[in-house]
């Protein structure tokens, strides 16, 4: 990873730590551990991950946790092993089953044509025991405490949906698949939605992201190893930031009024924020367009 430093009880500066993250814990116990690693309680992760699942999970420290909320809309890559042939109360293994069905007369060529299906702009009914807010609490939360949960379809998209394998086990169709999707699509939903439309029914026995955005499995460090080490390595505010957002750099008269939170006249995309870079190259701040084709761009959160 380019550009990294240590953080560590003698100092703490900001960054991101990108995890591998291990199954059977949630993506808070990982921030705990981390948080005594760095050495300070300024810790969150962006695009929470369940307990079953494993991979990149994004760690902010000290100033990065303002980043976090925007990184989290990143686009997302899962490889995952959906079970054909039985629904679950959660839409994986973690679930109680409520039905199976016989899965001999599904072929691969069935399988190929209803994930095709999956492929686009959806919109995707989330899990009853996803993380989404209903009259306050998460849906989860109701849903385990026997309530019966309707959420509303959501619009996502799934870039990309490739099956790799299909394969038969005594008691059902297992396939593995990867996934390119945009942030807020749920690949439990996805296993779901895969059984019901080849009339079998199908929950999520394996997931693990492989990406965030550009940031892969190929730069997450494993817990474990962090845990050894004694420390974390981090992605200064810098390289994180140029590397999720488009960049603008301005002079050191710009750079003082992005201190005081006042509106600069740059060009930004109308689509998202750019990271505002000093004429020194440190990252300033994001900087969102304005209400309107008149109007200078307005400061979304300011690092200095």
Do not use: N, W
Request: net charge neutral; aromatic share 2%.
């Amino acid at each position: 990873m380019s550009g990294t430093s240590r953080a560590s009880a003698q100092g703490v500066p900001s960054g991101l730590v990108v995890v591998d993250k291990p199954a059977g814990l949630t993506s808070h116990d990982v921030v705990a551990r981390v948080r005594r690693l760095a050495g300070t309680r300024k810790v969150g992760h962006a695009g929470t991950l369940d307990p079953m699942a494993t991979g990149v999970l994004l760690l902010g420290v000290e100033k990065a946790t303002r980043l976090l909320g925007h990184l989290a809309l990143a686009d997302k890559r899962y490889d995952a092993t959906v079970r054909l042939g039985a629904t679950t109360t959660t839409d994986d293994a973690e679930g109680e089953i409520v039905s199976t069905a016989d899965t001999a007369g599904i072929d691969e060529s069935a399988v190929r044509s209803t994930a095709a299906t999956l492929v686009g702009e959806l919109l995707q009914v989330p899990s009853t025991v996803s993380a989404i807010k209903v009259d306050g609490q998460r849906a989860y939360k109701r849903a385990r405490a026997g309530e019966q949960v309707e959420l509303a379809a959501r619009p996502v998209t799934v870039h990309e949906l490739v099956v790799h394998t299909v394969r038969r086990e005594a008691d059902g169709v297992d396939v593995e698949l990867s996934v390119h999707c945009s942030t807020g699509t749920y690949v439990r939903a996805l296993a779901r939605d895969l059984g019901a439309g080849l009339g079998v029914g199908g929950h999520l026995t394996a997931l693990r992201r492989t990406a965030v955005g550009g940031i892969t499995l190929a730069e997450a460090a494993p817990l474990g190893q962090l845990q050894a080490a004694g420390s974390v390595t981090l992605v200064p505010l810098e390289e994180a930031a140029a590397r999720f957002f488009p960049t603008v750099r301005v002079d050191e008269e710009s750079a003082v009024a992005v201190g005081h939170g006042r509106r600069l006249a740059v060009d930004v995309p109308a689509h998202g924020p750019v990271a505002v870079l000093g004429p020194d190259g440190a990252f300033l701040a994001l900087y969102r367009a304005g209400d309107s084709s008149d109007e200078a761009a307005r400061p979304v959160a300011v690092f200095v």
